[in-house]
C-alpha cells in the first residue's frame, strides 16, 4: 500500500500537468508553501523528538550531514525540490539530466527510512506525499517544455516515479541487516529541513509574507499538529 500511496502521488502532479496546465505561478507557490510548512512541522513535532528519544547521542552529527547532502544535490538540481526552476529553455541536456538526477536521488533518500523494522513513519510519509504532488507538477511543466521527446519524457518520469519505492526497499533491507535506521532519518530530517525552510522563504516575493501565505502556512501547522 505504501508503494501505491508513493507512485499514486507523483502521478497525480503529472495528471495535473497534462490535463489542467497550470499556468498561475501563484497556485503553484500556495501548494509549495502548504507542504513547506507541513514539512516544517511534522520534523519539529514528530521526527526531530522521536529520533533524539531514540538516539540522543549523535543523531546531531547524521541531521547536519542530510542538510549538506541537499546542498550538494540542489547545486546540480538547480533547486527544484522547492520548486526553484526558472526558465526551461535555459537548460542544456547535460544540465536537465543533471536536475532530474538530483530530483530522483533526493526521492529516494528521503523515502528510506519510511517503514524500518515494520514501523510505518506516517507523519514522513505524509509529508511526503504532500510534498511530492507540487514537485511532480514542477517536474512535469520542466519535462513538456524541454526539448526531450515524449519516449524520453516517459523514461524520466518512470525514473522519477519509482525512486521513491526503490528508496524505500532500500531502507527496509538496509535497517534490516545494520541498526542504522534513526540514523537514515536523522539524515532525512536535516533533507527535509533545508527543503521546508528554503520553500517558505523562497515562496514570498522579496521574503515578505502576504496574508494568504501565512494563513496557508498556519494551516499546514494545525494539521501537521493534529495527525
Not at 526531530?48 to 531514540?54: F, G
Not at 538547480?78 to 526558472?86: A, T
Not at 524541454?146 to 524520466?156: A, D, E, K, W
Request: include cysteine.
Amino acid at each position: 500500500m505504501i508503494y501505491g500511496l508513493l507512485i499514486l502521488s507523483v502521478l497525480l502532479g503529472i495528471i495535473i500537468v497534462f490535463w489542467l496546465r497550470p499556468k498561475s505561478k501563484n497556485s503553484i507557490k500556495l501548494t509549495l508553501t502548504f507542504s513547506g510548512g507541513y514539512l516544517l512541522a511534522i520534523t519539529v513535532l514528530h521526527l526531530i523528538p522521536d529520533a533524539y528519544e531514540n538516539n540522543s547521542s549523535n543523531i546531531g552529527l547524521y541531521v547536519l550531514l542530510g542538510f549538506l547532502i541537499q546542498c550538494v544535490l540542489e547545486f546540480f538540481s538547480k533547486g527544484i525540490e522547492h520548486g526553484h526552476v526558472h526558465n526551461n529553455n535555459g537548460f542544456h541536456t547535460s544540465s536537465l539530466l543533471a536536475v532530474i538526477l538530483s530530483l530522483c536521488v533526493h526521492s529516494f533518500i528521503e523515502a528510506m527510512p519510511i517503514n524500518l523494522d515494520g514501523n510505518i513513519n506516517s507523519s514522513l510519509l505524509t509529508g511526503i506525499l504532500i510534498h511530492k504532488i507540487p514537485i511532480s507538477i514542477v517536474l512535469g511543466n520542466l519535462l513538456f517544455n524541454s526539448t526531450i521527446n515524449r519516449l524520453g519524457v516517459l523514461f524520466v518520469l518512470f525514473i522519477f516515479i519509482i525512486s521513491a519505492p526503490l528508496g524505500l526497499l532500500t531502507g527496509n533491507y538496509i535497517s534490516g541487516i545494520y541498526p542504522i535506521g534513526d540514523n537514515l532519518t536523522g539524515i532525512v530530517i536535516g533533507i527535509l529541513l533545508h527543503i521546508s525552510t528554503t520553500i517558505i522563504f523562497e515562496s514570498s516575493e522579496n521574503h515578505r509574507f502576504n496574508f494568504l501565505k501565512l494563513t496557508t502556512i498556519i494551516i499546514a501547522f494545525t494539521l501537521a499538529y493534529l495527525s
